[in-house]
Structure formats: structure tokens, C-alpha cells
């Protein structure tokens, strides 16, 4: 019985290995005559104008011989156009048991059930119709020359095209396949090659998509501007057109501005986005769907725009708030909006549907409280303080110093056994930092995030300083020996001026010995950097710490070479917000960083900011989801990841025309027309030429 049984399972492996076989042999035939046909065509043609020559010759009317000649090069133009293969020799294997057979399944055995099977039984059924369905032969009816693919006009610096934008909507760059008689194919996996290439002849990566409905989508993100090429072949033919030429911009149009609504805007410092549905006690109709919240400082009033256009919806002024042109930060919590006033040393939130102030918080230990966040994990309002030095965690009427103060960032790194001096030392490195605080926010895992100067210092949730994060460099970068943080009990005042935690790149995660410092360079020397608004101690000390002014530079070690390029650590960090996007970047840290040649927008992906933090973060109970990254995305996007480790590191983004002084930001919503979330946007705040921006950032 046993024999009997594995005999017919043998059988029918063996049937299913001849059906396979007689349909290569099929096809390879199939593809054989058609290539005879194509041959036995253009061998006729041929002698059709052989046979128009010779007519020629005997011809003496000029009319005829001009006819003549007319219809020559016609059937000329026509055999070119057939020396190009109908067919191909592509055939292809698969015995992928996920994808469909050819041959149908069988279905006609009887199902009745035993404890041994035998042939025709339930387990024979199962057998076959496994069987049935492995071993697939694939084959092209592509025709190279008739595929078309539609690509933007112009693309920008580390913005990718797989879509490019027509005001706020995007279109999908797609390639489609067709066969020799002009028709559309309906099914995929076709042999396509794409090369981009930048001016320099350097590949630049791309990613391939098999919709499975014979289109395929192309993603490409250029890392350098100019003139790139790209070329698409299918079955090792070029498609129509190709090779392409795509003008890479290194600066980006915005989608819109906001510039003036009847009188000008006046230090705008902050800016927020409001989802309606988020936020409670917000009945105004004007206060509907998405929009974006502008605090114009020097007119002392709170702007509302819709985030699709950027059109003013409406303006909130009169309140407390908002008097005394000194409301330089706010956030957004589900009871409302939380605005800072530096003048009143106070906190106060406002009811944005009545204009109202529903709650303040005021302590004697504010002095000058500049910036604001709140924490959604802890339910925690942050209040970064320049005159006090330190962040205040407000929660319940309490307030108390999270960060400098007298608070944990600086007394958990301290050494029992170090010396007085060294923590002294620290101690003001640290406080001076905190006193040129301009954005303040918290990642999705808890951490707090400060713009002090020219750094992003990253504390945990409660208090504790775990790395430093520079603005890249516009071109090159600077190796330096690893340093390890600085600790009180060793650190001299030599070691203080020179001290840093790398922004770390690809590289810099394997065993390599060197560290990749990243910044933007900048030259020339004099005061940069942000200036105070009027009547407001926003960037107090900017001056002093502006220019070649941080505490942190390139160590001595460095040679000779690179001591002009270290001076690149300079200019200030403005704003800065967290938002997680659904691309392979995941949770991406931005900033806005003004230096004496240009005003950018640094976007940090989730492997740049996370790989900065260079001590191990507490689980605290109060603190976000310290777990592994958070990043989302579908597998294409997540094959653009692993094919460019670019999408890894730091990039800035330029504006045209170029901003003046970026100061707040923050990100829009995904997954709506105006911000998809394959191709997120942002609004960026530039103090300098009084007005806001809509940015793509992805």
C-alpha cells in the first residue's frame, strides 16, 4: 500500500514535470516563429525596394523619379521601424507557490476520507492541486519602443519625485508598458532596468515599483542640484525618450506664503497646527478642519489661516495673552492653546473658540520664559526659561526645574569622586546653554529636545543630558577622534571649549574610528545670528554666541587643513518640532538654522537624532515609548531606505526666494491633499522677511 501510494504521488509529480516542460518548449516556439515571420517581413520589404530601384532606372520623367523616390524612403522608414524586435527571448521560471498557475487545478477527484489515503482520495486531491500550482513560466510581450513614462519637469535636493506637485496636489510618476500592437499590458514583472545619474556621471539610488497591472512607479531623490539622467530599459532596450534629462533645483518654490493680510506681519515668532477635532472648546466656524496658527508678536494678535492655501481665516487679538508684543511661544494641548508672555512672567491658555483665557500658570521662578511645549505622553507643559537658565515641567499648579536649575541634567552625570572644579565648570557650560534656548519640543519616546544656539541638546524625560546634534554641512564634512561626553570629575577648561557629541552618519555605526562632525559652513566673521523682537529677550545673548560663539567646536587634534572648515560651527538653531512620518525617515526631528550665507530647514531622521544619543535613555513611567524606531512605510518606501543610506543622514532644504531668519515650525498633518503622506509639508516662520511658508520636507 505504502508503494502503491508514493507510486502515484511519483506519477503525478511526473505529469506536472512534462506539462512545465511542454510549455517552455511551446512558448520558445511560439517566440521562434514569430521571429521567423519578422525576418520573412522585412526580407519582403526588402525586395519591394529592390524591385522600386531597378524601376527607377528606367524611369526619365522627373515626376515619376520624384514619386519614386518619395515612396522609396517611406518603405525605407518603414524596415527601420521593423528591424526592431517584436519578439523576445525572455523566459522566465517561477515556482513561487503564492503566484497563480497557469493550469487549473484539479477538481474533478473524489474527496472521500480515510486514515491511509489512497489514489483519488482527499489527500491526493491535496496533492495535485499543489502540484497544479507550481512551476509558472512567465514570459514578455513588452515592446520597448511604445512604453512611455511621464516625470517631472524639475525636481528639488533631497525632496524625492515620486510625485511631483502642481500646486498642493501630486501626481504619481508611472511608467506603462506596452505590447507590439500599441495596447496597455495588464500584468507586471517585466525585466526593467532604471539608472539616475547625476551631472557628475555618479549613480544616484532609485527604487522600482511592479504595480502588477503592467505600470510601475519610480522613485528617484537626487542629492546634489544640476542636470541629471535617466535612463529606463526594458529587456535591455531603452523605452521612448529614454535617456531622460530631469534639472535638479537645489531650492524648492513654496507651496504658499503667507506675506501680509492688509498690514504687515512683525516678528513672528511661533507657528502650530490645529486639527479641529483635537482640540476641545474650539466652536468657532472659522477654527475648522486644519489650520494654521501664526503668533504675530510685534502686532500682538494670533493669526488662523486654512493649511491647504494659506488664506487668513481669521485673527484673535485682545486677549492677555497676546498684549504687550511679547508672546514669543505656544502649543497646542487638548484643553486649548497654552501662549508664553515673556513681559508677565506667565503662562495662560487660550480658548480659541471664545478668545479667552480658561487657565494661567505663573511661578516666581520664571524670569523670562521664551519657549513652550507640552507632552502628550505625560500631560507635562515644558517652559524653556533664558533668564532662569533652566526648563520648568509645569503639571497639577506645580512647577518645578526639569532641565539646569538645580535639576538632574546636571547632577546624573556628576562623579562621586570627581573634582568641585570640573562640576563647576559643567555646570556653566550646561546653564549657558540654556540661557540662548529659542525651541524647545518632545519625540514620540519622551525625549526633550532644546535649540540652544548653534546645538540641539536631547535630555531624557527627566532631565538628563544624552547628546548634542550640529546642523550638516552644505558640502563635506569633519572627521574627528571620538570624545566621550563630558564628565564633571575629569573635564578641564581646554576639554569644555572642545568637547561634543558627533551627529553621527551611515559610517559612523560600524567599527570605523573616526566620527563624522556635521555642521553648516559657513565664512567671513562678524555678528550673525537672531535678533531680539522688540520688546522680547528671545535671543538674548544671540551676539555673544552667534558667530564662532559655541562652546562646542572641532577638537585640536584636527590638522591644519580643516581649522578654516571648523569654523563652520556656527549660526543659530530657531524652532524646532518632532512629527512621525509614514516614509522610511520615521519620527524626523526639524529644525530651522539661520547662519551668515543662507536660512534653512534641517530635517534629522529617526537613525540621525537617535543614533546622537549617546547614553542609555531610563524607562521611566512618566516618559514616551523609549522602543525601537517608529518609523512606518510601505515596502517601497522601505527599499528606498536600505538602497541609499542617504535617507539616514541630516539634510537642509533651501527656499526660493531664500529666507532671511528662520525662527518656529511646524509639521501638517499627513494624509490629506495638501500634506500626503508619502510627501509630508511643513510651515516655517521667518522672522527676518516677516512672513510663513508651506515646505515640502520629504
Same mark, same amino acid.
Given at each position: 500500500?505504502?508503494?502503491?501510494?508514493?507510486?502515484?504521488?511519483?506519477?503525478?509529480?511526473?505529469?506536472?514535470?512534462?506539462?512545465?516542460?511542454?510549455?517552455?518548449?511551446?512558448?520558445?516556439?511560439?517566440?521562434?516563429?514569430?521571429?521567423?515571420?519578422?525576418?520573412?517581413?522585412?526580407?519582403?520589404?526588402?525586395?519591394?525596394?529592390?524591385?522600386?530601384?531597378?524601376?527607377?532606372?528606367?524611369?526619365?520623367?522627373?515626376?515619376?523619379?520624384?514619386?519614386?523616390?518619395?515612396?522609396?524612403?517611406?518603405?525605407?522608414?518603414?524596415?527601420?521601424?521593423?528591424?526592431?524586435?517584436?519578439?523576445?527571448?525572455?523566459?522566465?521560471?517561477?515556482?513561487?507557490?503564492?503566484?497563480?498557475?497557469?493550469?487549473?487545478?484539479?477538481?474533478?477527484?473524489?474527496?472521500?476520507?480515510?486514515?491511509?489515503?489512497?489514489?483519488?482520495?482527499?489527500?491526493?486531491?491535496?496533492?495535485?492541486?499543489?502540484?497544479?500550482?507550481?512551476?509558472?513560466?512567465?514570459?514578455?510581450?513588452?515592446?520597448?519602443?511604445?512604453?512611455?513614462?511621464?516625470?517631472?519637469?524639475?525636481?528639488?535636493?533631497?525632496?524625492?519625485?515620486?510625485?511631483?506637485?502642481?500646486?498642493?496636489?501630486?501626481?504619481?510618476?508611472?511608467?506603462?508598458?506596452?505590447?507590439?500592437?500599441?495596447?496597455?499590458?495588464?500584468?507586471?514583472?517585466?525585466?526593467?532596468?532604471? =539608472?539616475?545619474? %547625476?551631472? /557628475?556621471?555618479?549613480? #544616484? !539610488?532609485?527604487? *522600482?515599483? &511592479?504595480? +502588477?497591472?503592467?505600470?510601475?512607479?519610480?522613485?528617484?531623490?537626487?542629492?546634489?542640484?544640476?542636470?541629471?539622467?535617466?535612463?529606463?530599459?526594458?529587456?535591455?532596450?531603452?523605452?521612448?525618450?529614454?535617456?531622460?534629462?530631469?534639472?535638479?533645483?537645489?531650492?524648492?518654490?513654496?507651496?504658499?506664503?503667507?506675506?501680509?493680510?492688509?498690514?504687515?506681519?512683525?516678528?513672528?515668532?511661533?507657528?502650530?497646527?490645529?486639527?479641529?477635532?483635537?482640540?476641545? =472648546?474650539?466652536? %468657532?466656524? /472659522?477654527?475648522?478642519? #486644519? !489650520?494654521?496658527? *501664526?503668533? &504675530?508678536? +510685534?502686532?500682538?494678535?494670533?493669526?488662523?489661516?486654512?493649511?491647504?492655501?494659506?488664506?487668513?481665516?481669521?485673527?484673535?487679538?485682545?486677549?492677555?495673552?497676546?498684549?504687550?508684543?511679547?508672546?514669543?511661544?505656544?502649543?497646542?494641548?487638548?484643553?486649548?492653546?497654552?501662549?508664553?508672555?515673556?513681559?508677565?512672567?506667565?503662562?495662560?491658555?487660550?480658548?480659541?473658540?471664545?478668545?479667552?483665557?480658561?487657565?494661567?500658570?505663573?511661578?516666581?521662578?520664571?524670569?523670562?520664559?521664551?519657549?513652550?511645549?507640552?507632552?502628550?505622553?505625560?500631560?507635562?507643559?515644558?517652559?524653556?526659561?533664558?533668564?532662569?537658565?533652566?526648563?520648568?515641567?509645569?503639571?497639577?499648579?506645580?512647577?518645578?526645574?526639569?532641565?539646569?536649575?538645580?535639576?538632574?541634567?546636571?547632577?546624573?552625570?556628576?562623579?562621586?569622586?570627581?573634582?568641585?572644579?570640573?562640576?563647576?565648570?559643567?555646570?556653566?557650560?550646561?546653564?549657558?546653554?540654556?540661557?540662548?534656548?529659542?525651541?524647545?519640543?518632545?519625540?514620540?519616546?519622551?525625549?526633550?529636545?532644546?535649540?540652544?544656539?548653534?546645538?540641539?541638546?536631547?535630555?531624557?524625560?527627566?532631565?538628563?543630558?544624552?547628546?548634542?546634534?550640529?546642523?550638516?554641512?552644505?558640502?563635506?564634512?569633519?572627521?574627528?577622534?571620538?570624545?566621550?561626553?563630558?564628565?564633571?570629575?575629569?573635564?578641564?577648561?581646554?576639554?569644555?571649549?572642545?568637547?561634543?557629541?558627533?551627529?553621527?552618519?551611515?559610517?559612523?555605526?560600524?567599527?570605523?574610528?573616526?566620527?563624522?562632525?556635521?555642521?553648516?559652513?559657513?565664512?567671513?566673521?562678524?555678528?550673525?545670528?537672531?535678533?531680539?523682537?522688540?520688546?522680547?529677550?528671545?535671543?538674548?545673548?544671540?551676539?555673544?554666541?552667534?558667530?564662532?560663539?559655541?562652546?562646542?567646536?572641532?577638537?585640536?587634534?584636527?590638522?591644519?587643513?580643516?581649522?578654516?572648515?571648523?569654523?563652520?560651527?556656527?549660526?543659530?538653531?530657531?524652532?524646532?518640532?518632532?512629527?512621525?512620518?509614514?516614509?522610511?525617515?520615521?519620527?524626523?526631528?526639524?529644525?530651522?538654522?539661520?547662519?551668515?550665507?543662507?536660512?534653512?530647514?534641517?530635517?534629522?531622521?529617526?537613525?540621525?537624532?537617535?543614533?546622537?544619543?549617546?547614553?542609555?535613555?531610563?524607562?521611566?513611567?512618566?516618559?514616551?515609548?523609549?522602543?525601537?524606531?517608529?518609523?512606518?512605510?510601505?515596502?517601497?518606501?522601505?527599499?528606498?531606505?536600505?538602497?541609499?543610506?542617504?535617507?539616514?543622514?541630516?539634510?537642509?532644504?533651501?527656499?526660493?526666494?531664500?529666507?532671511?531668519?528662520?525662527?518656529?515650525?511646524?509639521?501638517?498633518?499627513?494624509?490629506?491633499?495638501?500634506?500626503?503622506?508619502?510627501?509630508?509639508?511643513?510651515?516655517?516662520?521667518?522672522?527676518?522677511?516677516?512672513?510663513?511658508?508651506?515646505?515640502?520636507?520629504?
Amino acid at each position: 500500500a505504502a508503494e502503491s501510494s508514493f507510486e502515484e504521488i511519483r506519477a503525478l509529480v511526473e505529469r506536472r514535470q512534462a506539462e512545465v516542460i511542454q510549455n517552455i518548449q511551446r512558448k520558445s516556439e511560439e517566440k521562434h516563429r514569430a521571429l521567423e515571420d519578422q525576418l520573412a517581413l522585412i526580407e519582403s520589404e526588402r525586395s519591394l525596394v529592390r524591385e522600386q530601384c531597378d524601376q527607377l532606372n528606367s524611369l526619365t520623367d522627373v515626376r515619376s523619379i520624384s514619386k519614386g523616390i518619395s515612396y522609396l524612403n517611406d518603405k525605407l522608414d518603414t524596415i527601420a521601424s521593423l528591424t526592431e524586435p517584436r519578439e523576445n527571448a525572455f523566459l522566465r521560471y517561477e515556482d513561487d507557490p503564492h503566484v497563480a498557475s497557469e493550469a487549473a487545478a484539479v477538481s474533478d477527484l473524489p474527496t472521500t476520507t480515510s486514515n491511509n489515503p489512497q489514489p483519488g482520495s482527499a489527500g491526493f486531491v491535496d496533492i495535485a492541486r499543489c502540484l497544479a500550482a507550481f512551476g509558472r513560466i512567465t514570459v514578455s510581450t513588452t515592446y520597448p519602443p511604445l512604453c512611455t513614462a511621464n516625470l517631472p519637469e524639475e525636481m528639488h535636493v533631497h525632496l524625492s519625485a515620486k510625485a511631483s506637485y502642481q500646486f498642493v496636489h501630486f501626481l504619481p510618476i508611472i511608467l506603462q508598458a506596452y505590447d507590439y500592437h500599441g495596447e496597455p499590458q495588464t500584468i507586471g514583472k517585466d525585466p526593467i532596468s532604471v =539608472h539616475f545619474k %547625476d551631472p /557628475n556621471g555618479r549613480e #544616484v !539610488s532609485s527604487v *522600482l515599483v &511592479d504595480n +502588477g497591472d503592467g505600470s510601475y512607479e519610480i522613485t528617484l531623490c537626487p542629492v546634489s542640484a544640476g542636470p541629471h539622467t535617466l535612463a529606463v530599459n526594458i529587456l535591455s532596450r531603452p523605452i521612448r525618450g529614454s535617456p531622460y534629462t530631469i534639472n535638479v533645483r537645489r531650492r524648492q518654490k513654496p507651496q504658499w506664503s503667507i506675506v501680509d493680510d492688509s498690514r504687515n506681519l512683525i516678528q513672528p515668532f511661533a507657528v502650530a497646527v490645529l486639527q479641529s477635532e483635537s482640540t476641545t =472648546h474650539t466652536d %468657532d466656524s /472659522n477654527i475648522s478642519g #486644519v !489650520s494654521v496658527l *501664526l503668533l &504675530d508678536t +510685534g502686532n500682538s494678535r494670533l493669526l488662523v489661516a486654512d493649511a491647504e492655501t494659506g488664506e487668513i481665516k481669521s485673527v484673535l487679538t485682545g486677549n492677555d495673552a497676546l498684549k504687550g508684543q511679547a508672546a514669543t511661544g505656544m502649543t497646542l494641548c487638548p484643553q486649548g492653546l497654552w501662549i508664553v508672555n515673556w513681559r508677565a512672567n506667565e503662562l495662560m491658555l487660550l480658548n480659541l473658540g471664545t478668545n479667552e483665557i480658561v487657565d494661567r500658570i505663573k511661578s516666581p521662578q520664571f524670569m523670562e520664559p521664551t519657549s513652550v511645549c507640552y507632552c502628550p505622553h505625560t500631560g507635562r507643559v515644558l517652559v524653556a526659561d533664558n533668564g532662569a537658565g533652566c526648563v520648568f515641567a509645569c503639571q497639577n499648579g506645580e512647577v518645578h526645574p526639569i532641565i539646569g536649575g538645580g535639576g538632574s541634567s546636571v547632577q546624573t552625570t556628576a562623579n562621586s569622586s570627581g573634582s568641585m572644579r570640573g562640576t563647576r565648570k559643567f555646570e556653566r557650560y550646561v546653564n549657558d546653554a540654556l540661557r540662548r534656548v529659542t525651541g524647545i519640543c518632545v519625540m514620540s519616546s519622551g525625549e526633550i529636545v532644546l535649540a540652544a544656539g548653534s546645538e540641539l541638546r536631547i535630555y531624557s524625560s527627566k532631565g538628563t543630558s544624552l547628546g548634542t546634534l550640529y546642523a550638516p554641512l552644505s558640502s563635506g564634512s569633519i572627521c574627528l577622534q571620538p570624545q566621550p561626553n563630558p564628565q564633571p570629575s575629569t573635564l578641564t577648561g581646554s576639554e569644555i571649549d572642545s568637547e561634543g557629541t558627533c551627529l553621527p552618519s551611515a559610517l559612523t555605526q560600524t567599527s570605523t574610528p573616526l566620527r563624522t562632525v556635521s555642521c553648516l559652513a559657513g565664512s567671513g566673521s562678524g555678528n550673525g545670528g537672531l535678533s531680539s523682537a522688540p520688546g522680547s529677550t528671545l535671543a538674548l545673548g544671540s551676539l555673544r554666541h552667534s558667530v564662532g560663539g559655541s562652546l562646542i567646536r572641532p577638537t585640536s587634534t584636527m590638522s591644519s587643513t580643516n581649522t578654516t572648515t571648523s569654523s563652520a560651527l556656527r549660526g543659530l538653531f530657531g524652532g524646532v518640532s518632532a512629527t512621525q512620518t509614514s516614509t522610511d525617515l520615521g519620527e524626523c526631528l526639524l529644525a530651522s538654522h539661520t547662519d551668515r550665507s543662507r536660512s534653512v530647514v534641517i530635517v534629522f531622521p529617526e537613525f540621525a537624532w537617535r543614533g546622537a544619543i549617546t547614553e542609555t535613555v531610563e524607562n521611566d513611567d512618566d516618559g514616551g515609548d523609549n522602543g525601537g524606531s517608529g518609523s512606518g512605510g510601505s515596502g517601497e518606501e522601505l527599499g528606498a531606505s536600505l538602497m541609499r543610506q542617504t535617507r539616514k543622514q541630516a539634510y537642509a532644504l533651501e527656499v526660493e526666494p531664500g529666507l532671511r531668519r528662520l525662527a518656529g515650525l511646524a509639521a501638517l498633518p499627513q494624509g490629506t491633499p495638501f500634506s500626503s503622506s508619502s510627501h509630508p509639508c511643513l510651515v516655517a516662520v521667518d522672522l527676518g522677511g516677516q512672513s510663513a511658508h508651506c515646505l515640502r520636507f520629504v
